[in-house]
C-alpha cells in the first residue's frame, strides 16, 4: 500500500470486508453494529488514506470498482495472516487456542453414519481455547472456500474432486427415491405400473450433483425437473406432491414415520454417497487443525464400529453407487 498499516487503518479495513461481504452500507449496520453514516464516514476515511476509489453507490446500488476489487482480496490477506499469526503463537505455548473454520452439507445432523457430532464431542473433552466457525454450503462452495483458505477442514459429498483437495472417504449415506402422499404413486401397489409412473414423473434434482442423483432412473433428459440447491428445498416439492426426489433415507424417516413421505420400490430406487472429510492437500500446519482432524478419525471408527455390530441397510443389485469417480 505504501504505507505502514496503523490500528484505525485495520479497523477501517475491517469496515470495507463487511461492507463488501454485506453487499452495501445498509447490510452492513447490523454485522458492524453502526449507524450507516459512521460507515459511509470511515468508507470515505479509508479511501483518502489509500488514495483509491473503492465502490460505486448511490441509487444504481453498490458495486466495487476493479481497484476495490484488489484491495478486498488483500485485505483477506491481510487477515488470515493475522489469524495464522494468533494460531502460530497460541500453539507455541502448547495449547489449543485460536480459530478453526469447518464446513458440512446441509442436513448431516440426523445421519447416525456421520462422525461430526461426536467429533465435537471429543474435542470437547480436551478442553480448549478454540473460535469454531461451522458453516453449512453445498459441495462447489466448500470447494470454493477450502481453495480460498476460508475454511480448513471440510465434510460432504462431492460429484467431482478438485487436484488441489484431499478428499478422504469416511462413511456412506443412503438415498431412496421418495413420493408425497398427494402423488399419484404414493397409493399405487403394481411395480410395473409404479416404474412407468416413475419415467414420466416430475422430478427433484439437485444443482451441484448435475442430475447425477437421477442416474439409477435411468434416461430422465425428457423429464422435467424441479432444480433445488439443498435438501430442504428437495423436500418441500417432494412433500407438495407435484415432484418425486431421491432424498437420504435418515433425512426423510420422520416424514415416512408420519406417512407425508413414501420411499418408492427401496430395493430397486436407490443409490449411495461417499462422504469425504476434505482438506487442502497442503493444509495450514496447526495443532488445532490436526488434533480435531484426529478427533474426526476417532468419531469416524467409532460409528463404522457401531454400524458393523447392528443391521446393515438392504441394498439390491440395482443400486448405484454415487461417488466422485462418478464423474
Known amino acids: 500500500m505504501g504505507y505502514r498499516l496503523s490500528d484505525i487503518d485495520l479497523r477501517h479495513l475491517q469496515v470495507f470486508k463487511a461492507v463488501v461481504e454485506c453487499r452495501g452500507f445498509t447490510s452492513a449496520q447490523a454485522i458492524l453494529n453502526v449507524g450507516q453514516s459512521t460507515i459511509s464516514s470511515q468508507m470515505s476515511q479509508l479511501e483518502a488514506r489509500l488514495g483509491i476509489r473503492l465502490c460505486e453507490r448511490g441509487r444504481t446500488g453498490f458495486e466495487l470498482t476493479a481497484k476495490g476489487k484488489r484491495v478486498y482480496e488483500e485485505t483477506l490477506k491481510i487477515f488470515r495472516a493475522h489469524q495464522d499469526f494468533q494460531n502460530i503463537t497460541s500453539e507455541l505455548k502448547g495449547s489449543l487456542s485460536g480459530y478453526l473454520s469447518i464446513a ?11 462422525p461430526i457430532v461426536r467429533a465435537f464431542e471429543l474435542f470437547e473433552e480436551r478442553g480448549h481455547d478454540v473460535s469454531i466457525n461451522l458453516d ?32 478422504r472417504k469416511i462413511y456412506v449415506e443412503v438415498n431412496e427415491l421418495f413420493c408425497g402422499p398427494s402423488h399419484p404413486i404414493f397409493k399405487m401397489n403394481d411395480e410395473t405400473e409404479i416404474r412407468a409412473a416413475v419415467q414420466t414423473a416430475r422430478k427433484v434434482t439437485r444443482s451441484y450433483l448435475d442430475k447425477g442423483d437421477l442416474f439409477p432412473l435411468g434416461d430422465t433428459s425428457s423429464t422435467s425437473s424441479g432444480l433445488v440447491q439443498n435438501l430442504e428445498a428437495a423436500a418441500i416439492l417432494v412433500l407438495g406432491g ?51 482432524l484426529a478427533d474426526l478419525d476417532r468419531a469416524a471408527a467409532e460409528k463404522e464400529q457401531i454400524q458393523a455390530d447392528g443391521p446393515r441397510p438392504f441394498l439390491s443389485k440395482c443400486s448405484v453407487k454415487h461417488s466422485s469417480s462418478d464423474a
Open 104 to 114: 458440512v452439507i446441509d442436513n448431516v445432523v440426523s445421519d447416525p453414519g456421520c
Open 242 to 292: 407435484g415432484h418425486i426426489g431421491f432424498l437420504p433415507t435418515h433425512y426423510a424417516s420422520h416424514w415416512v414415520a408420519g406417512r407425508q413421505m413414501k420411499p418408492i420400490l427401496p430395493e430397486e430406487f436407490v443409490y449411495r454417497s461417499d462422504f469425504s472429510i476434505v482438506t487442502r492437500r497442503t493444509p495450514r500446519k496447526s495443532l488445532i487443525l490436526n488434533t480435531f
Open 136 to 167: 453449512i454450503m453445498r459441495p462447489d462452495e466448500i470447494e470454493r472456500s477450502l481453495l480460498d483458505k476460508d475454511t480448513d477442514v471440510a465434510i460432504g459429498t462431492f460429484h467431482h474432486q478438485v487436484p488441489e483437495l484431499d478428499y
